[in-house]
């Protein structure tokens, strides 16, 4: 499989952004977002919560997180097929460590769109909460120095494909005949 390469657009746009995190409060909350992120972490225990206190949506919550997981999982694969290498800025480290040396696509990004998807679906709490959130951890892994704007555009395409994909059998047949 071919690896994709960045554009010149892709280094400009990375290297725009990390220099946002020169500023350290711009910093701490994209690594913050980062470590929250790890293995869709932060998406995962989302899901759990819904489930915990959505009694009535308890089973479409636990269907979205595996959702979740889905998408990260399958991002994780992609990645090892793929196997592009992370950014190499010659001004300026990654903010933050990682826990592979493959960029493409971003898991952070896959989980991220893959809850704002899911879990926008099932309360319109969901739809105006997550997606905000899901961005900014998108843009986070930018600041932070350790993707491509590819990587997280692809990503997140993946995560969102996995999501809507799902959705049926995330809201099953008494919920989605609700809707």
Do not use: N
Not at 5 to 30: I, K
Not at 50 to 62: E, F, H, Q, S
Not at 122 to 132: C, D, I
């Amino acid at each position: 499989m071919q690896k994709p390469s960045c554009t010149d657009a892709d280094e400009r746009l990375l290297a725009a952004l990390r220099d946002c995190g020169t500023d350290p409060r711009v910093a701490t909350a994209a690594r913050t977002l980062s470590w929250a992120g790890e293995h869709g972490a932060l998406w995962l225990a989302a899901g759990l919560a819904g489930a915990a206190v959505d009694r009535d949506r308890r089973g479409a919550w636990l269907r979205g997180a595996a959702l979740v997981a889905a998408a990260h999982l399958t991002s994780m694969g992609v990645k090892r097929l793929v196997r592009r290498p992370r950014p190499q800025l010659a001004a300026a480290e990654p903010l933050v460590r990682t826990a592979g040396r493959h960029s493409f696509p971003s898991s952070h990004a896959s989980s991220a769109a893959a809850a704002a998807v899911a879990y926008g679906a099932l309360r319109p709490a969901g739809a105006h909460l997550v997606p905000p959130l899901a961005a900014a951890m998108c843009v986070s892994r930018l600041v932070v120095g350790v993707h491509y704007p590819s990587d997280i555009a692809a990503g997140a395409l993946l995560g969102g494909v996995t999501a809507r994909v799902g959705a049926a059998w995330m809201l099953g047949p008494l919920e989605g005949a609700r809707r």
